[in-house]
Nanobody, 117 residues
Framework: QVQLVESGGGLVQPGGSLRLSCAAV????????MGWHRQAPGEERELVAT???????NYADSVKGRFTISRDNAKNTVYLQMNSLKPEDTAVYYC???????????WGQGTQVTVSS
C-alpha cells in the first residue's frame, strides 16, 4: 500500500527557512506529478507547488521566489525548500502524488508549519 511520509515541519521565526520532505513508500514505481498543498485555519486548502517527473515546476503566486520544489525520482521523494517565511505561510502542509496507474491521487497526513516570533 502506497503511503506518503512527510517530515520537516515546525516552528520558525519570520524570515527563516524550513525544508519539507515527502517520500512515497510501499511502491517501486515512480510517481508522476508530486506536489504540496496547504491549509491555514479557517481557510480552504490551496496549491503551493507541483513538479512533474520531468522536473517542470509550478508555483502559487504567493510563494514564487521564496519556495523551491524539487524531487529525487530514484527515491520517490519530493522536497519543498521554504525561505523568507512569513506569518501568512502558517498552515498544515500536505504532500500529494499522482500515481502512474488509474487510481486516486495520494495525500500525506500533513505537517504543521508555524511562522511566528
Amino acid at each position: 500500500q502506497v503511503q506518503l511520509v512527510e517530515s520537516g515541519g515546525g516552528l520558525v521565526q519570520p524570515g527563516g527557512s524550513l525544508r519539507l520532505s515527502c517520500a512515497a513508500v510501499g511502491t517501486t514505481f515512480s510517481m508522476n506529478a508530486m506536489g504540496w498543498h496547504r491549509q491555514a485555519p479557517g481557510e480552504e486548502r490551496e496549491l503551493v507547488a507541483t513538479i512533474t517527473s520531468g522536473g517542470v515546476t509550478n508555483y502559487a503566486d504567493s510563494v514564487k521566489g521564496r519556495f523551491t520544489i524539487s524531487r529525487d525520482n530514484a527515491k520517490n521523494t519530493v522536497y519543498l525548500q521554504m525561505n523568507s517565511l512569513k506569518p501568512e505561510d502558517t498552515a498544515v502542509y500536505y504532500c500529494t502524488a499522482v500515481s502512474p496507474f488509474p487510481v486516486p491521487d495520494y495525500w500525506g497526513q500533513g505537517t504543521q508549519v508555524t511562522v511566528s516570533s
